[in-house]
């Protein structure tokens, strides 16, 4: 079992920028690939950033890529979504998500996640 909690949302103006954080509890954090995804009032959640168990691999809709990075800190049992030149259409609430097993290329897939944190709220101004 592992707890994931997000924190670092909030208002800011396009064009601006914004780091959120997943904290994980447990001591296997490291056998987890993570994931964020969003999902905006009336829409489907969707695929954002995912990152390998050792976070060497990263995986990046095609909307944020180039803008966002998704990294991790093992040792702090964080993962993090650094969000660049944020747009309007980025506005959602965000959420990370783990997995022990990823099947084929399923970081996209919220079906592969197994746990999930209860989301952060960002909104962009425009």
């Known amino acids: 079992q592992v707890q994931l909690v997000e924190s670092g949302g909030g208002l800011v103006q396009a064009g601006g920028s914004l780091r959120v954080s997943c904290a994980a509890s447990g001591r296997t954090f490291s056998s987890y690939h993570m994931g964020w995804f969003r999902q905006a009032p009336g829409k489907e959640r969707e695929f954002v950033a995912a990152i390998s168990r050792n976070g060497e691999s990263t995986y990046y809709a095609d909307s944020v890529k180039g803008r966002f990075v998704i990294s991790r800190d093992n040792a702090k049992n964080t993962v993090y979504l650094q969000m660049n030149s944020l747009k309007p259409e980025d506005t959602a609430a965000y959420y990370c998500?783990?997995?022990?097993?990823?099947?084929?290329?399923?970081?996209?897939?919220?079906?592969?996640?197994?746990?999930w944190g209860q989301g952060t709220q960002v909104t962009v101004s425009s």
């Open positions: 998500a783990a997995s022990a097993y990823i099947g084929g290329n399923g970081y996209n897939r919220v079906g592969q996640y197994v746990f």
